[in-house]
């Protein structure tokens, strides 16, 4: 996986030009035919995540890390909510911007680069805070849980999917994976009710993902085949990490 703002803008270049991936994903993870999806949270896990927000219409919804800001806009569409959505790649950002306008959503969704560390918005504006498969790209993961508390209104909700070493000593997990232990570290940064499951249902539908990028013909599309270089070194360690779901509250 990418790490710089640059490595992320050209894997969104990429990305926009291979309907071979999106499909793809949409097919395995069963997602609605128009979400832009650049993760692994399936539709059923949306789902989830859209009960665990509890968002009402004309509340705000920061989608932090949001890429094209697919998981968002669904949200916004659903709950009639606003979307804030924020991402260190210029690229994915101009591309959310222009789906929530594809979408009619643009008077409820705006969007801007900035840090998962920190986003530039106010304390306490928006209603709940979203991070879908991204919170391991904070340095360090705790400064993000922090500014997610910051702009948290007292009551909102964050909530966050990721992967969690399955033993956090295993060397043979990526150290980012490995760092991430959200039952201790959301009490860190302040939160309460914290609730963290594991969701083998999720990390079965990413296997098959793997599996079937595996198997796709990849010819000369980049995208593809950085799906391909992901699976190969997921599919390594695949039953070393736990698929997980977090969810608490501001006090
Ligand atoms: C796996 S993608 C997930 C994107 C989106 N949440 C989704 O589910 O489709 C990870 C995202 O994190 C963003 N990202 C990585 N490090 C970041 C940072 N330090 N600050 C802001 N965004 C970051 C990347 O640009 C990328 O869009």
């Known amino acids: 996986m990418t790490r710089t703002p640059a490595e992320f803008d050209r894997w969104y270049a990429d990305r926009v030009e291979s309907p071979v ?32 927000l509890g968002l009402r219409a004309g509340q705000v919804l920061l989608d932090l890390a949001c890429g094209r800001g697919g998981y968002g806009l669904e949200i916004a569409r659903r709950t009639g909510c606003r979307v804030v959505g924020l991402d260190f790649s210029r690229v994915a950002i101009d591309h959310a911007q222009l789906r929530a306008q594809t979408l009619g959503l643009a008077d409820r969704a705006g969007f801007r680069v900035g840090e998962l560390t920190r986003t530039g918005l106010g304390p306490a504006s928006v209603d709940a805070v979203l991070v879908v ?15 997610c508390r ?11 999917t990721c992967w969690e070493a399955a033993d956090a000593g295993d060397e043979r997990v990526s150290p980012r994976l490995r760092q ?4 201790r570290q959301l009490p860190r940064a302040g939160f309460v009710d914290v609730e963290v499951t594991d ?22 599309d980049p995208a593809v ?27």
């Open 21 to 52: 991936a999106d499909e793809l994903v949409r097919r395995v993870l069963g997602l609605p035919p128009d979400l832009q999806s650049t993760s692994l949270l399936t539709g059923a896990g949306l789902d989830q995540v859209v009960a665990a």
């Open 150 to 160: 910051r702009v948290l209104r007292p009551g909102g909700r964050v909530v966050v």
């Open 180 to 183: 991430l232990d959200l039952r």
């Open 199 to 220: 969701e083998p249902a999720w990390h079965l539908a990413e296997q098959t993902l793997w599996q079937e990028a595996l198997a796709v013909d990849a010819g000369e």
């Open 133 to 147: 498969d991204s919170i391991q790209f904070a340095e360090p993961t705790l400064d993000a849980l922090l500014e």
């Open 225 to 251: 085949r950085s799906m391909q270089e992901e699976a190969r070194r997921v599919l390594a360690t695949f039953d070393r990490m736990r698929r997980v779901l977090a969810r608490a509250s501001h006090p």
